[in-house]
């Protein structure tokens, strides 16, 4: 701390809290401004570490159709899925609910 | 990480001015910090409301970059000095003590006896809990509750190393056989169990024979002398039972164990009552004319209407006193000098470690007393009270109305002291008081309220101004 000086014992242990959070894995606790990316989806592959984009693990053991429409129309990443934004933009055209009308997605070939 | 916010608002503290330097007291978490004028000059902008850190850096352009200010306002969000606007407020834990929390000082009532008759008194006077003389208890403690109550101390202190074993009354000295008996066999089992135990009592001073003395001085056990000062205010109330004062009984011997006794520090405590707020003459008489280490001052405790209770303009009388004799503390503690004024001492080591409290003082969790027939009570004061007994030396301490009785009197239920900066240190106050004074023990003791802060608000100044001009010195509170 360069503009608070701790003077009691109780603020010497805040200021070395502190410096205990600022050595924190900041990576998972920052949302920055950035793509969009779909709950359910886990950019991190240390195993142990999987974690969605909020920090969370529950939604990461999901069946495929659960979250097929985020990754279809949104995301940023390269995925399995044909993508809506440039290159599948009719592919779900007949299935209103993954749920039910999954047989109507039809395989894409580039 | 701290994240992004929308507007900034100040969170709870208490700010003080000391040598010269602006603090902050943080609330709840009572960490003292000293902050520079960058920093003042946020906390100055946003006691106007809120603002977004954008505002502030523009507000303060003329005077600070937006680096520094953006750094002030990151370290003071960093210690809670401020936060989000609007943000709920952070609870206090509403954690109970873990269970079995070991028990560290236990008061032993030897006797429910005195051979004084002092006015004010809360054990015999008018707003006494229970009338001793009409119970089943024995007068005197024998040896065999005494022994009981210290394997009751050694095995309830748990884990702890040392422990305190302090023997009260009625007058302790009274059944001087028994202390002889349970300090030997306590030093005994002690050592057994491996643990060290430290013995002090309170006596009103009557008593104290020669082989007396000899004793306490040979055994190392702590004594405090209750006594109220120079004659004609000792002999106000602290009177015999057939009226007659007892200032020219005590003071002989009060002299005889001062210098004999030097193995610990002897130190008088002394009632302030509405005739007896002369503070300045109380300290020098007890100090310099007598000898006393140090002295410690506690107002009277009585319900609303006694004619020795201290009014308003009372306290005010007795705040100015203590303020000065602060200052003459802070006046030798800058120059590494000792100086006898024991509540100064006492609020800057609370200050100095930083506690922020649940309760507001150790009893029925590392402080019970004990009654002559072995019930343990809330403390020393509230012996022989079936409502506020926690079981029997000999059973051991009933876990289940303990924790009913933490549950009840947790800051958490003291709504009123929710905004009060002062709730660190004070937590609503004594039990003892709030019982004789509002019929409760769960009430906060609001006809403190003013006196607690401003005597808090002098403590901080000292503190502060010692860390400036001697701040070695704040060694002496680390232990």
């Keep these: 701390m360069k503009h608070l000086k701790p003077i009691n014992q109780k603020a010497g242990r805040i200021e070395a809290q502190m410096a205990r959070e600022e050595m924190d894995v900041v990576g998972l606790e920052s949302r920055p401004e950035g793509p969009h990316i779909p709950l359910g989806c886990s950019l991190v592959f240390a195993p142990g570490w999987e974690v969605d984009s909020t920090g969370g693990t529950a939604g990461l053991c999901q069946p495929v159709e659960r979250d097929l429409f985020d990754c279809h129309l949104a995301c940023f990443w390269p995925a399995h899925v044909p993508d809506q934004l440039n290159h599948s933009p009719d592919w779900t055209s007949q299935c209103a609910s993954a749920q039910k009308d999954w047989r109507k997605l039809d395989l894409v070939f580039p | ?479």
């Design chain 2, 1 to 479: 990480m701290i994240k992004p916010v929308g507007q900034l608002a100040l969170r709870e503290f208490h700010a003080f001015e000391a040598a010269g330097e602006r603090f902050l007291y943080l609330v709840p978490s009572a960490g003292i910090f000293r902050i520079d004028a960058a920093s003042s000059a946020i906390l100055d902008l946003l006691s106007y409301g809120p603002r977004a850190p954008g505002e502030v850096v523009n507000s303060l352009s003329d005077r600070y970059s937006a680096d520094r200010v953006h750094d002030g306002l990151l370290e003071l969000r960093q210690i809670r000095a401020i936060g989000e606007a609007g943000a709920p407020v952070e609870q206090v834990a509403n954690d109970l003590p873990p269970d079995g929390f070991p028990l560290t000082t236990m008061v032993l009532n030897v006797t429910n006896k005195c051979n004084l008759a002092c006015t004010y008194c809360y054990e015999y006077g008018e707003d006494k809990i229970v009338d001793t003389t009409c119970t089943d208890d024995p007068k005197f403690m024998g040896d065999e509750t005494a022994r009981e109550s210290v394997e009751f101390l050694l095995k309830e202190s748990g884990p702890i190393e040392v422990a305190h074993l302090t023997f009260f009354g009625g007058e302790t000295l009274l059944n001087f056989p028994v202390l002889q008996d349970t300090v030997a066999y306590a030093r005994r089992r002690a050592e057994e169990v491996g643990k060290r135990l430290e013995f002090s009592l309170t006596t009103n001073a009557t008593l104290l024979r020669p082989d007396i003395i000899e004793w306490l001085a040979d055994n190392e056990i702590g004594v405090t002398v209750s006594i109220d000062g120079p004659k004609e205010m000792q002999d106000r109330m602290r009177v015999f039972h057939s009226g007659k004062g007892s200032y020219e009984t005590v003071k002989p011997r009060i002299k005889e164990l001062l210098r004999r006794h030097k193995s610990r520090p002897i130190g008088a405590r002394v009632t302030l009552t509405r005739e007896n707020l002369d503070i300045h003459r109380i300290y020098q008489h007890l100090t310099e004319e007598m000898g006393f280490w140090e002295v410690g001052f506690a107002p009277v405790t009585t319900s609303s209407g006694r004619d020795y209770e201290i009014e308003d303009e009372g306290y005010d009388r007795m705040l100015r006193q203590f303020g000065e004799l602060a200052h003459d503390w802070l006046e030798h503690a800058v120059e590494n000098r000792h100086h006898g004024f024991s509540n100064v001492k006492d609020t800057l080591e609370e200050i100095h470690k930083g506690v922020s409290k649940a309760y507001p003082c150790g009893a029925g969790l590392g402080l019970m007393g004990v009654t002559t027939g072995g019930d343990v009570s809330l403390c020393h004061r509230f012996a022989y009270s079936n409502d506020h007994s926690f079981g029997t030396v000999a059973e051991g301490i009933d876990r289940e109305r303990q924790k009913d009785f933490l549950e009840d009197h947790h800051i958490k239920n003291k709504t009123d002291c929710h905004t009060c900066w002062a709730r660190p240190i004070c937590s609503g106050g004594c039990y003892h008081e709030a019982h004789t004074r509002h019929g409760e023990t769960t009430a906060p003791n609001l006809h403190f309220c003013t006196w607690v802060r401003t005597w808090t608000h002098t403590c901080l100044e000292i503190y502060g101004e010692l860390s400036e001009r001697n701040p070695e010195y704040l060694a002496h509170f680390d232990h």
